[in-house]
């Protein structure tokens, strides 16, 4: 149709990248708005500056159309768009566990003067409940518009390495609006997704904006409640993964992020919790999700549990002591390590005394920028290469695939702690490993 709202997209990190590229491989006109000018020439000249599947190729197609363009210019976004996406980041702020919001706020105080004409500000960011309505209070007071340019809220829940597939084809559609008019318009933009079948649950804005943090929130608690069990299987002498894969059978809990390990990380989860908190407390709610101050204790309690597991396995003290690190990325398929359980248990490591020697698939090159203390290898031969002690921190499929004796033949002594579950704890005893693992059998009580 001629007539299909043209849409623009402001910040271009991993949300704004996706989401403008998605949008134009569905026929819109899009432009991507960022701030950063180094970043929008990249992406005007196809480079996109994050790993993720599939995306390149649909920014180039993308752009070679004509259907995608970048730019720094506000003005150029407010005469170009009838619906602006706020994707900038909402990180957790650096004096409190609460969300910065100085980027939305940036961004909504540089579109709205400029807003002459009807048209939505649709925010994907994730935010605490209540910044919406203030914001469209601000933006009704700034934008020559007045009332005519409305905010909406409409969270993502993508997930990294799947960030198309969760845009083109999410399990479901969250839109918070305020008229008619807004949600006829989402309802456009989200054609294709409502013709292939897929929920679009439309509410107010604050139910929108709580959507996405207690998703977040819950998947989380689920994460930490199988790894505070892995605590007692350890104490227990209990199988925790053959117990997750018991509790998962049961359709009414589920075994989807009952994975124990080392915890969560990234990008969205440990920050999203810690939000969801804080603005609770603001609300006079604190105490009802007080427990959340358990599930992210228990989740960064692993960690600190990883580097006692490596001490002990080192004979008490790490210091001066090899040890290679497998994974660096907060979870496998990313090159993320915002966060990242793995990284932070190795640079924890190196502040203790230890040599450490790093090895990821993917995200290496982050790694070093955040923690160039640390010494990196090309393969996990090269990490595992005089270590005393070897560590699993991230679950990237090819780690299942090691093999005990290659790596026990470079290795100053055949000590692995296996802090994701990926290693079969019997072929790795036979091969003469000392194998650990929280909430595992030690190799006394293992057999049946
Ligand atoms: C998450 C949400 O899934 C997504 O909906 C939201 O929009 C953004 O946050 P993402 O940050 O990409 O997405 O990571 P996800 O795949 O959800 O994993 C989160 C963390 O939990 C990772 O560190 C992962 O290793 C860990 N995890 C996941 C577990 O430790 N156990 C599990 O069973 C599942």
Redesign the pocket.
């Known amino acids: 149709m001629t007539d299909r709202p043209r849409l623009t997209v402001l910040g271009t990190g991993y949300l704004g990248i996706t989401h403008a590229a998605c949008m134009a491989s569905e026929g819109f006109e899009v432009l991507g708005v960022d701030v950063d000018a180094e970043k929008v020439a990249k992406l005007n000249a196809g480079e996109v500056p994050i790993y993720e599947p599939g995306l390149e190729e649909l920014l180039a197609d993308g752009l070679r159309s004509g259907r995608l363009q970048f730019t720094t210019s506000y003005e150029r976004a407010a005469e170009f768009g009838d619906v602006h996406f706020v994707c900038v980041g909402t990180p957790q702020r650096r004096d409190g566990q609460g969300a910065d919001l100085s980027q939305v706020n940036a961004c909504v105080n540089a579109l709205a003067p400029q807003l002459t004409r009807p048209c939505l500000i649709v925010g994907k960011s994730t935010v605490p409940a209540g910044t919406a309505v203030a914001l469209a209070a601000r933006v009704a007071e700034i934008a020559p518009a007045g009332d005519a340019a409305q905010v909406c809220w409409n969270p993502?829940?993508?997930?990294?390495?799947h960030g198309v597939q969760d845009t083109l084809s999410p399990d479901r559609l969250v839109i918070g609006v305020r008229s008619a008019r807004a949600e006829a318009v989402l309802r456009e933009v989200y054609a294709p997704q409502l013709a292939a079948g897929i929920p679009m649950f439309v509410t107010d804005l604050a139910t929108a904006e709580l959507a996405k943090v207690a998703?977040?929130a819950f998947?989380a608690t689920k994460?930490s409640f199988i790894n505070a069990v892995a605590e007692v299987c350890d104490k227990a002498n209990a199988n925790v993964t053959v117990l997750a894969g018991i509790l998962g059978a049961d359709p009414r809990i589920g075994g989807a992020?009952?994975?124990p390990?080392l915890?969560?990380?990234?990008?969205?989860?440990p920050k999203d919790v810690r939000a969801f908190l804080a603005r609770a407390g603001e609300l006079g709610a604190g105490d009802a999700l007080a427990f959340l101050r358990d599930v992210d204790a228990i989740n960064l309690g692993r960690r600190t549990g990883m580097v006692n597991l490596a001490v002990e396995a080192a004979g008490g003290s790490i210091a001066g002591k090899s040890v290679g690190v497998l994974g660096a990325a907060?979870?496998p398929g990313s090159d993320d390590v915002r966060d990242s359980p793995a990284l932070d248990v190795a640079q924890i490591l190196h502040g203790m005394g230890a040599e450490v020697t790093v090895y990821d698939p993917a995200a290496t090159e982050n790694a070093r920028k955040v923690a160039p203390e640390l010494k990196y290898a090309e393969t996990a031969i090269g990490a595992a290469t005089g270590a005393d002690v070897l560590l699993l921190l991230t679950d990237w499929p090819e780690f299942a695939q090691l093999d005990p004796a290659e790596l026990g033949a470079v290795t100053a002594a055949k000590t692995i702690i296996d802090g994701r579950y990926m290693l079969d704890p019997a072929a790795w005893r036979a091969a003469g490993w000392h194998y650990r693992a929280s909430g595992i059998p030690a190799a006394s009580t293992a057999d049946v």
């Open positions: 993502e829940f993508l997930r990294e390495g998703a977040n998947l994460i992020f009952l994975q390990g915890g969560f990380g990234g990008g969205c989860l907060f979870k």
